[in-house]
């Protein structure tokens, strides 16, 4: 259940048909939130807390992957994951159909996916056996609880002006027999100043029925020491709206080289 490593993994075929991917690619979702985050999943973003808590999700294993071509600055994608139906994980991986729609032309880009999950079972511990009894799958610390089906929608956009970029982005999670809905908003911009970039944004998500909504401020600022290296400081403030131990602060200062 777990993903093959931290970053995609997988095998494909591209050309005039478009693309294929087999293995563990990104989904439309993970495209859709970049498209609307301009700090994407690093410090600052409080992904975790607020995407993936609220419905998003990065990648699975066993995933196929289809990328149409572009036509006009229009694309479609398609992923499906058949789900993990072995009897030891009692079905703990959900099937997952994921459809992602693009447009990108000059300064604009928008992203669309629409994610539907299947119900999943609950995924039981093994106890560690410590006698010839081996009959022994109790829940533990690393079991999974049941999951019942689910919808995750999302749309995100970037918008370049002059030096300046603005992002925007709104997902919404529904989930079957639950009138407990999420809906998660995000704001955000950049502006370059030479070899200086400055970043900005803003995420909540709010779920139905409740009182507590998560909260998310992040900033950043980035020196280009080159083209491919540059420093950076970042600050995250993230609040869960819960009415004690609430808060947290981050605060991150590095060094980044793309190869």
């Known amino acids: 259940t777990a993903a093959i490593g931290r970053h995609e993994a997988y095998v494909g075929l591209s ?17 859709t ?17 607020i995407e993936t808590a609220s419905g998003g999700a990065v990648r699975y294993n066993n995933s196929v992957r289809y990328d149409t071509p572009a036509f006009n600055g229009f694309g479609a994608s398609l992923t499906y994951v058949p789900g993990n139906k072995d ?8 099937q997952v159909t994921d459809l992602g729609l693009s447009y990108a032309n000059g300064p604009l880009n928008v992203n669309a996916s629409s994610m539907k999950r ?7 511990a093994v106890a560690a056996n410590t006698s010839a009894d ?6 533990g610390s690393d079991a999974v609880a049941a999951a019942a089906a689910s919808t995750y929608n999302s749309i995100g956009a970037n918008y ?12 919404k999670k529904t989930t079957d027999g639950s009138t407990a ?13 030479g070899a200086v970039t400055l970043i900005g944004q803003y995420a909540r998500a709010e779920t139905t029925g409740t009182a507590a909504i998560k909260k ?33 602060n981050t605060a991150a200062v590095g060094v980044r080289h793309t190869f």
Do not use: C, H, W
């Open 134 to 139: 081996t009959t022994a799958n109790t829940l």
């Open 216 to 248: 998310a401020t992040g900033l950043r600022a980035e020196y280009a020491l080159s083209k491919r290296t540059a420093t950076y400081v970042a600050y995250e403030a993230y609040d869960t709206g819960a009415a004690s131990a609430s808060k947290t």
């Open 15 to 31: 050309g005039a048909f478009g693309g294929i991917k087999l293995g563990s690619p990104n989904t439309a979702a993970l495209n």
């Open 118 to 124: 299947s119900a999943t079972g609950a995924q039981d």
């Open 160 to 171: 370049a002006i002059g030096a300046a970029k603005v992002f925007a982005g709104y997902a």
């Open 33 to 49: 939130y970049g498209a609307g985050s301009p700090l994407g999943t690093a410090t600052g973003s409080a992904y975790a807390n």
């Open 181 to 193: 809905d999420i809906t998660v908003t995000r704001l955000g911009a950049n502006y370059t100043m």
């Open 87 to 94: 009897a030891l994980t009692g079905g703990a991986v959900p």
